[in-house]
């Protein structure tokens, strides 16, 4: 098979792809390993009731089965959807928005892929190139302000050099904790830079930029005329992942793009794009292309909830409550297990995940990785996280990402497991719970 360009970077076997074949392919291979390493959300009986309560309803009304079923949505998404989430974030926000400002996509991902590729890579000019191939325009990035990042953005740009990224400041907490912050200091926005990008609470380190750095970089944007997009995957007002105060954020020069994945809906598909109309617009018809249609599953099971802002009560109620036990517990063993080691562990703030970084670990994140999947236990190399960034900093092979969501007993297990391997590679011997015991496998 002969691939275009596209074919090679999209069909090929990119780092990302390798990855989450790794990931995909590890429980079949071992069927009893401890899955610390994916982005599936929890399982909260309370949101499945819900869901399916839901469910129930629109499947025993006829003329609301029909909309699910059988028919397709106009490309922006199904308007009275539309109106019913401007109208909920209205309220909440005091965002002036309409029906006309949100746009539904099958899921987040792809709309981040439509988003970014559509504000950078290869720009038209207005003259021909200096060089037969060159883009006549130059090209543009998104930038990453902070990273680590979600590395599910890595592969969706459509050219070569699609991100940029600066290094974050690091401020040393006590309790083994440390937190990233945006170093303002080294942010250079370019003219080649077409957006920038965060995710808050971001994957995959559990930060919530605060809202000082929101208004600065929205400052910078806006002096800049380029947009600022916020991943609000895990922020408020749903699913509400966060353990820190901060207010959500959104003007007209924001794109916000939200999902009802980690409510819990992850296999319905469901992204909304919050922005400006004539960005919701291009974004629309762009999906009309890539997707015809979005699905209608998400915003069929959702429409009352948002309606009568039960949404917002379950998200306040029901899921983050589980998420930050979650996050305690997990903090508690990990630094139970690695006492005596050189950890530092992220603030939780937000999202599912805790992100370790070992200073100076002599084997990198990679063989850690390696080592621990061959122990039984998944976790996400953290290197793979700092795409954008081109300077060789060691801080980028000494992390990992430790998903919490399994059940309890084998994210203790896991916990346990990772402290061992860790505790090994530092040539280190820990105390274990039944006493002091050589660290080795
Ligand atoms: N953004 C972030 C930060 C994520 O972690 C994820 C998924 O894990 C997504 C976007 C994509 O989510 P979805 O396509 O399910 O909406």
């Known amino acids: 098979m002969k691939l275009s360009s596209f074919g090679e970077k999209f069909a090929g076997d990119s780092g990302i792809v390798g990855l989450m074949d790794d990931l995909g392919n590890a429980l079949r291979e071992n069927p009893d390993m401890i899955m610390m390493g994916g982005g599936n959300p929890g399982r909260l009986p309370q949101m499945e009731a819900v869901f399916r309560r839901r469910l129930d309803a629109v499947l025993g009304d006829p003329p609301q089965r029909h909309r699910l079923f059988g028919r397709y949505q106009s490309p922006q998404g199904d308007h009275d959807f539309r109106a019913c989430v401007a109208e909920f974030l209205s309220v909440q926000y005091g965002w002036k928005l309409g029906a006309g400002n949100i746009a539904i996509a099958n899921g987040s991902q792809p709309a981040f892929f439509t988003l970014f590729n559509m504000l950078a890579g290869a720009m038209p000019g207005e003259h021909p190139p200096e060089h037969p191939g060159e883009p006549a325009g130059g090209s543009r990035r998104i930038h990453l302000p902070l990273t680590p990042e979600y590395l599910g953005y890595a592969d969706a740009g459509l050219t070569e050099g699609f991100f940029s990224a600066t290094r974050p400041a690091i401020d040393l907490l006590d309790d083994h904790l440390f937190k990233y912050r945006v170093d303002f200091g080294r942010l250079e926005l370019d003219g080649g830079v077409a957006a920038l990008c965060v995710s808050r609470p971001t994957n ?160 990198g994140s990679q063989v850690l990785y390696q080592r621990l999947k061959q122990r039984g236990v998944l976790v996400v190399p953290g290197h793979h996280c700092f795409f954008g960034l081109d300077d060789d900093w060691p801080h980028r092979h000494e992390c990992i990402r430790v998903s919490y969501v399994q059940d309890e007993e084998a994210v203790r297990r896991g916990i346990g497991l990772i402290a061992e391997e860790v505790a090994r590679a530092y040539g280190a011997i820990i105390p274990r719970r039944s006493g002091l015991q050589e660290s080795s496998p």
Do not use: C, M
């Open 204 to 363: 995959p380190t559990g930060n919530v930029l605060t809202d000082d750095e929101v208004a600065h970089l929205d400052h910078l944007a806006r002096e800049r005329g380029i947009p600022l997009i916020i991943d609000g995957a895990y922020g408020a007002p749903f699913p509400n992942i966060q353990f820190t105060a901060a207010r959500p954020h959104w003007n007209e020069n924001t794109i916000l793009v939200l999902s009802l994945s980690k409510l819990g809906l992850p296999g319905v598909r469901t992204g909304i794009v919050v922005a400006r109309e004539e960005i919701a617009h291009a974004f629309a018809n762009a999906n009309g292309i890539l997707s015809l249609a979005s699905g209608n599953l998400g915003p069929a099971v959702t429409l009352e909830l948002f309606r009568t802002g039960e949404i917002l009560d379950l998200a306040r109620e029901v899921v983050q409550p589980f998420y930050q036990a979650r996050a305690r517990a997990a903090l508690d063993e990990f630094r139970e297990r690695l006492a005596g080691l050189p950890f530092r562990i992220h603030q939780p703030e937000g999202a599912f995940f805790l992100w370790l970084w070992f200073e100076g670990l002599p084997i």
